[in-house]
C-alpha cells in the first residue's frame, strides 16, 4: 500500500506553527524586516562541504543548469548591500546530503543579519530567541580552544595535522584518507565532545581554516581565528553565526580556493557567484548573522528521536 499520510503528528504541526509565530513576534518586537529571496539561481555556494541540487530550467529550446538554495545567505547580503538594514527569514534550504535522524534534504532555516551588532551581541539575541522557545535557562559561551583542551587535551589552533592523526587514530574509527586538519577537528568534536557538552552551548573562535565566511581576528592568546560560532542543544548543532566577510578581494580568494579543494578532491566546480561579488565591492555593512535549524529546534522542543517527526512530510514521503 502507498503510505501517504505525513510523517509528523499534527499536535507536532500545531507546535510547529506556534514555533514560527514566536519567531515572527520575536523579529516584529525588534523592527527587523522580514524577506523573501529565490530558492532557485543560477550559482550556489563552492563549500567543499555543501553539495547543492541542481534543476534543469528551460531557456527556449535549451535548458539552463540552476541551483535549489542551500541558505538565503548570498541573496541576503545583497539586500543588506542596498540598504535593507536588519533583516530575517525563514526559508526552506536544501542540500544533497545524506538522510539521517537529523538531516532531511530539504529543510526549513531561520537566518538574519543586524547591521553594526557585533558577534556577542548576535549570541544574546539569539540566546534569548531560543530560551522563549525551548524555555531553556542561560546559555554558556566556551571558545573552540576550552573545548578540545577540557575534554582532549590539546590546542586545536597549535596542533600539527601528524598529531591530530595520531589521536584521531585512538579516538574515533576512521576510514578515507586525505583528511584534512579541519576533517579531523570536526570528527573529533563530533564524536568526542559534543555528546559531553552542556545542555546547551555556544563555542566560539574557531581555527582560521574553519572560517568560511567570516572574518579572521587576533584572540587573547593573539592567535588569529575565525569570529563565528556554532550553537549546540542536547549534543546537536542548531545554529551557525559569523561576523561576516565584507573584503571584496578576501572572498574572491576563499571561494577560489574552495573550488581548487572541490577539483583535487574530484567534486564538480561552480561559477563563482560575481553577483554576490559585486554587492560586496559596493559595500557590505558591517554585520553579524546566524542560520539556525528550526527543523532541529522542534525536534528539541516535542522531543523527536527523527527529523520526520517535525516535518510534515519529509524526503522519503515527499
Known sequence: MVDWKPSASLQSLQQRADVLAKIRHFFSERNVLEVETPLLASSTVPDIYIES???????????????????????????LASGSGSIYQVAKAFRQEEK??????????LEWYRPSYSLDQLMTELERLVQDILDCGPISRLSY???????????????????????????????????????????????????????FCMIYDYPSEQAALATLEADAQGMVVAKRFELFGQGMELANGYFELSDVAEQRVRFEADNAIRKEKGLRTHNLDEKLIAALESGLPNCSGVAVG???????????KHIREVISFDSERA
Open 145 to 199: 580552544r576550552e573545548v578540545f583542551q577540557q575534554h582532549l587535551q590539546i590546542d586545536p589552533h597549535e596542533i600539527t595535522l601528524q598529531e591530530l592523526q595520531e589521536l584521531a587514530s585512538t579516538k574515533i574509527d576512521l576510514s578515507g584518507n586525505g583528511l584534512s586538519k579541519t576533517d579531523y577537528l570536526q570528527l573529533l568534536l563530533s564524536a568526542n565532545i559534543e555528546p559531553k557538552l552542556p545542555p
Open 294 to 304: 528550526v527543523d532541529r529546534l522542534l525536534m528539541l522542543l516535542v522531543d523527536a
Open 53 to 79: 541540487i541542481t534543476a534543469e530550467v528551460l531557456d527556449g529550446n535549451s535548458s539552463v543548469q540552476n541551483f535549489l538554495q542551500t541558505s538565503p545567505e548570498f541573496f541576503m547580503k545583497r539586500l
Open 100 to 109: 539521517g535522524v537529523r538531516h532531511n534534504i530539504e529543510f526549513t532555516l
